[in-house]
């Protein structure tokens, strides 16, 4: 199975900060991986896919970036309905899986 | 618009079986498969695994394999995920997503159903 780390685990910023999570994994994934964002109570959204590209309707303050083994989804100035937690997510192979999240608090 | 409503939560006894319902809408049933993945209190996402709705093969986590049922009914537009031999560790959101196929992302998911596993 891949393994996905993200990190950090936590953070804590401020509204118009720029945001960065990072996620490697275990093997090679060329650029199948995705990001979400989970809202608490909520089911998660689809933001990025194949690494960089914006899904309908998200907004372009949300970008992501990476290939091979490094990723990183960026947040160009954090509004506040983007406190959340973000997870990425591998489709290169089955078992999907997923990173262990990242939970965006307010400062 | 595309909506997957699942059925309600359940509370079940360890060693129960439950099975979850995930009715798809408002785009081509066959066109894309369903994923489920699910949540413990608190904690991250976990893949269980996926069906196709164009014929019924599915992909299951090693996991849960052994205990693990995904089926479909074409003519409601029905998917189900039955789990077998509960634990209490099974007690979770449940939720089923539209897969995307080759780029494996979800982009539509239910609004997941609570099972608790509770003596």
């Known amino acids: 199975d891949i393994q996905m780390t993200q990190s950090p685990s936590s953070l804590s910023a401020s509204v118009g900060d720029r945001v960065t999570i990072t996620c490697r994994t275990s093997h090679n994934i060329n650029s199948y991986l995705n990001w979400y964002q989970q809202k608490p109570g909520k089911a998660p959204k689809l933001l990025i896919y194949a690494a960089s590209t914006l899904q309908s309707g998200v907004p372009s303050r949300f970008s992501g970036s990476g290939s091979g083994a490094d990723f990183t989804l960026t947040i160009s100035s954090l509004q506040p309905e983007d406190f959340a937690t973000y997870y990425c997510?591998?489709?290169?192979?089955?078992?999907?899986?997923f990173g262990q999240g990242t939970k965006v608090e307010f400062k | 618009q595309v909506q997957l409503v699942q059925s309600g939560g359940e509370v079940k006894k360890p060693g129960a079986s439950v099975k979850v319902s995930c009715k798809a809408a408002g785009y081509t049933f066959f066109s894309y498969g369903i994923t489920w993945v699910r949540q413990a209190p608190g904690q991250g996402l976990e893949w269980m695994g996926w069906i196709s709705t164009h014929n019924g093969i599915t992909n299951n986590a090693k996991k849960f394999q052994e205990r693990v049922s995904m089926t479909t009914d074409t003519s409601t537009t029905t998917v189900y995920m039955e789990l077998r031999s509960l634990r209490s560790d099974d007690t979770a959101v449940y939720y089923c997503?539209?897969?995307?196929?080759?780029?494996?992302?979800?982009?539509?998911w239910g609004q997941g159903t609570l099972v608790t596993v509770s003596s």
């Open positions: 997510q591998q489709s290169y192979s089955t078992p999907r899986t």
């Open positions: 997503a539209r897969d995307r196929g080759n780029l494996g992302n979800f982009d539509y």
